[in-house]
């Protein structure tokens, strides 16, 4: 970790300036003792947008000329993902801390590369991993680990809609890996800090809408190393009435009593002999915040407070690289089990 003087604030810089990048740069403005200096995106046009937007003073379209000209203290890393490793890497050479957006590599290997490489040179990787640090999600983590229902010994995370994604990102119609890898790898994320880690999954995919190239459904059966069985299921095809988009829901079943986190963040706990309790778990959103997307920007605000107290205190965030990896191979197990109908185990972390 850098040292930084305590009474300055740590002085950071956005690379990519796509469609979820403005979400980042209204939470970091909400943040006390965090201030963005500079933006940077190949397409000069886009940062000097954000730049003016934000009243940001550095205005880059080369991330080697941003450093020369920058002091800095961390990267916010939101450029598209074949973009990341070659970012990492040059933030890792200059000595710089780092954010760097979901998924954070394009393979296992790569992903290993990097985590060494930040290692080695001293700065931390963390990944941003935000649907964990939704406030109902947190709830339910919460309940969980204080052994308020015992073992849990079933769990389901679930997210289905039939919400256009691909009007404000239509690349996703292009990638040839979709559900699992943009979506699932957030879902994937919940089971394990509900559970944590898996022994061995299984996965069926389909693809329902002909007019994108990768899966737009997938049922993925995970075995915890903890004995939970968890069912996590995606959906971009699916009609309802209601759509809860992007609410996930939440069921865990425990050996004294259940948890039930429904639509409209409406958390229900059962417990032995029939009693049941209701809570409106539904968070005091950013003031920035639109629907619907206020659950995943209030998140965002979240996940880059942890980081920054972390930070300061000199302790790895939740979502630091090593953790991230045993998510990340669950989106390449899952691809696996799909292609090869076998039940497959994920790799770990050493």
């Known amino acids: ?13 956005l690379i990519g300036c796509g469609f979820f990048a403005r979400n980042q740069l209204h939470a970091w403005q909400d943040l006390t003792g965090v201030a963005l200096v500079a933006v940077c995106d190949r397409e000069l046009e886009r940062a000097e947008r954000f730049g003016r937007e934000f009243g940001i003073p550095g205005i880059f379209s080369d991330v080697e000329a941003m450093f020369a000209q920058c002091p800095l203290d961390f990267v916010d890393i939101a450029a598209p993902t074949p973009a990341h490793a070659a970012l990492v890497e040059a933030a890792a050479h200059h ?4 954010i760097c957006q979901k998924p954070f590599a394009g393979s296992l290997e790569t992903a290993r590369r990097l985590i060494n490489l930040c290692e080695a040179r001293g700065v931390s990787l963390t990944i941003h991993e935000n649907f964990r640090w939704q406030h ?14 015992g ?6 995370v679930s997210y289905r809609s039939g919400f256009d994604v691909f009007a404000n990102q239509p690349y996703l119609a292009e990638l040839p890996r979709f559900i699992i890898q943009d979506l699932g790898i957030h879902v994937l994320d919940i089971a394990r800090a509900l559970f944590g880690d898996v022994a061995h999954l299984s996965c069926e995919t389909d693809r329902i809408n002909p007019a994108i190239k990768g899966e737009d459904t997938a049922t993925i059966m995970l075995r915890h190393d903890a ?37 409209d963040f409406v958390l229900e ?23 619907p997307w206020s659950v995943i920007q209030e ?12 930070r300061r205190a000199g302790r790895a965030a939740a979502t630091h690289g090593a953790d991230n990896f045993n998510t990340l191979s669950l989106v390449e197990a899952a691809y696996r089990s799909a292609e090869t109908g076998q039940t497959v185990v994920p790799q770990r972390w050493r």
């Not at 000595?95 to 780092?98: F, K, L, T």
């Not at 999600?137 to 308020?148: N, Q, S, Y």
């Not at 073992?151 to 389901?156: A, I, N, T, V, W």
């Not at 706990?269 to 629907?291: N, V």
């Open 299 to 310: 998140s965002v605000v979240n996940l880059q407070r942890d980081w920054a107290e972390c």
């Open 227 to 263: 004995g939970t069985t968890c069912v996590v299921d995606c959906s971009y095809a699916t009609t309802l009435a209601e759509d809860p988009f992007p609410q996930s829901l939440i069921e865990i079943d425990g050996a004294s009593g259940s948890l039930r986190l429904g639509r």
């Open 95 to 98: 000595g710089v801390d780092i």
């Open 151 to 156: 073992r849990p010994f079933f769990g389901r």
């Open 136 to 149: 109902a999600i947190r709830d339910v983590v919460r309940l969980v680990d204080k052994g308020e229902i």
């Open 1 to 13: 970790m850098n040292e930084n003087n305590p009474n300055e604030p740590l002085r950071g810089a």
């Open 269 to 291: 706990r059962h417990r032995p002999g029939g009693g049941k309790e209701r809570r409106d778990l539904t968070p005091d959103w950013p003031a920035w915040s639109e629907q």
